[in-house]
């Protein structure tokens, strides 16, 4: 399983943090901390981050100033996926891979078994809509026909609502929330596998607003487990008051359980789960009913979320290999693409993009100079200055680019920016001298992360320049060659925000070349 911490602020070394099943990390100031803090609220050592039962789980180690997670004080609780992490003042984000790997530890069982009066089992072989036609008794209990209407009509806009999200971290949270809705739990949990029949984590968590902070991150594992394993959607009601129920059970007041699982033809690929505290609402049969037929939508969406991801790792995959090859014909640019691609998406977060703009964005940066595959060696790896037909041959290969897109589905953005990458803001450039914003804004930033590059790398011709220097160029050539809006923005990003510049130092560093630990960057 692979598992992250991403620093959002407070963290000098900005580096996403991977975190290892077999190694607990500890944060703190002292030295023998795995990540160290030099920060005042800090203590020596701090908390720590380690792998127990099948959960990452973060636990504070009697700090002076505390750990918090999503704003609340912790001392030891499981870590769900997007959880953050507040330790004196650095903030960190948990970031789960949602396809889950295969080799992780399965979810452990209770040490002690959950006792209740009342259990109701079925199988999850029942289709979304038969799984709401449970008998003319049911529906009577329930005010008859207006009721069956009201509860189909939950069913068909949550089904909408699923069925319109195609991003998976996204499509969780869809279904989490519209379960929090119709059943009105106090704490629910989706969790899931990265196939059928897979190893399960649990990647997003709810509950309601007062619920204390020791219970909420706690629920039945043994239950989700039966749910999973037997494919069976599971109720149970009114814990037993003799002394042999759960010590949890009790000490939680749980009144009421709900588990169904989420399948696909092949099987379940994950579950969702649900509980009400004492004092609330008990689930009924009728509910069970409801939530299963949400499981079965809700693991149809998830496996064709999950081919969709499948999908374009491939893709990116063969993009990658397109682009080992440019760089063995031009060898003198070997990682301009990948620089150029986290620069752009550096400059992205200061333009608020939408996502499927950042999405086109990437692949745009990944493939801007596809189109040199087209261009003789002899004419690429030329020392001496070219000619008039071999610099006209260089200035093809955006279009080049942007002719290998053209057949790729849904690609009509990333190959207008890979077409027009080298166009200038005043109209000078080329291939179609097409002059601001008429020039596509993702080309625009492309443009501005290609030209930094090349003066923030080590070329033949010229050595890597100053920040200063940099900022100063790409200031003279505001409206010029540039936007003037987006050099604004990074102009002020280079010069005031040290966050941004210390993650465009790290791009640099990583790939070994352009600005050293010695340079103005730092």
Same mark, same amino acid.
């Given at each position: ?67 918090? *997670? ?38 452990? *069982? ?60 996204? &499509? #969780? ?26 190893? &399960? ?17 706690? #629920? ?16 149970? *009601? ?35 789960? *649900? ?7 008990? #689930? ?236 103005? #960057?730092?």
């Amino acid at each position: 399983m692979e598992a992250r911490l991403i620093p959002v602020k407070g963290y000098e070394a900005q580096e996403e943090i991977l975190l290892s099943p077999d190694e607990p990390l500890v944060m703190g100031r002292g030295g023998s901390a795995t990540v160290q803090l030099p920060h005042g609220k800090v203590s020596r050592l701090h908390c720590r981050v380690a792998f127990e039962n099948g959960f990452y789980r973060v636990e504070d180690l009697e700090s002076k100033n505390g750990t918090w *997670v999503n704003d609340r004080k912790i001392d030891k609780v499981i870590l769900f996926n997007q959880d953050r992490i507040t330790v004196g003042n650095a903030e960190f984000r948990f970031a789960l891979d949602t396809g889950i790997a295969e080799d992780s530890s399965d979810l452990a *069982v209770d040490e002690e078994d959950v006792s209740f009066e009342n259990e109701i089992r079925e199988s999850a072989e029942v289709t979304a809509a038969s799984s709401l036609l449970f008998g003319m008794e049911a529906v009577e209990a329930l005010e008859g026909r207006q009721a069956l209407e009201r509860d189909l009509s939950v069913v068909c806009d949550l089904i909408n609502k699923v069925n319109a999200e195609h991003h998976l971290d996204r &499509l #969780f949270e869809t279904i989490m929330d519209s379960v929090m809705e119709v059943t009105s739990a106090d704490r629910g949990y989706l969790i899931a596998a990265k196939r059928a029949n897979g190893v &399960l984590m649990p990647l997003v968590r709810r509950n309601r607003e007062d619920i204390p902070t020791y219970a909420r991150s706690t #629920f039945s594992r043994s239950i989700v487990s039966e749910c999973y394993e037997k494919n069976e959607s599971v109720l149970r *009601v009114d814990p037993r008051s003799t002394g042999d129920v759960s010590e949890s059970i009790v000490a939680q007041q749980i009144q009421s359980i709900m588990c169904v699982p989420m399948r696909d033809e092949n099987g379940p690929v994950g579950v969702v789960y *649900v509980d009400s505290l004492l004092g609330s609402r008990q #689930f009924t049969e009728h509910d069970m009913k409801m939530l299963s037929a949400i499981g079965s939508q809700a693991g149809i969406a998830i496996r064709r979320a999950q081919l969709a991801r499948q999908v374009e790792t491939l893709f990116r995959d063969a993009v990658r290999t397109l682009i080992s090859l440019v760089e063995i014909k031009d060898k003198y640019t070997y990682g301009h693409s990948e620089r150029v691609t986290a620069l752009c998406l550096r400059i992205a977060e200061l333009c608020e993009l939408e996502r499927s703009q950042i999405r086109d964005l990437e692949l745009a940066g990944l493939l801007h100079d596809v189109g040199k595959l087209a261009i003789r060696l002899d004419v690429l790896q030329k020392p001496a200055s070219l000619t008039d037909s071999e610099y006209q041959a260089i200035q093809q290969h955006p279009v080049t680019g942007a002719a290998i897109l053209a057949n790729v589905d849904n690609a009509e953005h990333i190959a207008s920016a890979i077409r027009h990458h080298h166009e200038r803001w005043n109209g000078g450039g080329y291939p179609d001298g097409i002059a601001g914003e008429d020039i596509p804004l993702l080309a625009r930033i492309l443009t501005l992360g290609d030209t930094f590059d090349a003066m923030a790398s080590n070329r033949p011709y010229q050595d890597v320049l100053p920040r200063d220097e940099i900022v100063t160029e790409i200031e003279s050539e505001s409206g010029e060659q540039f936007d003037p809006h987006l050099v604004g923005l990074l102009v002020t990003a280079l010069r005031e925000d040290e966050a941004f510049i210390n993650r465009v130092n790290v791009i640099y560093r990583q790939k070994g070349t352009g600005p050293t630990d010695s340079s103005a #960057f730092d």
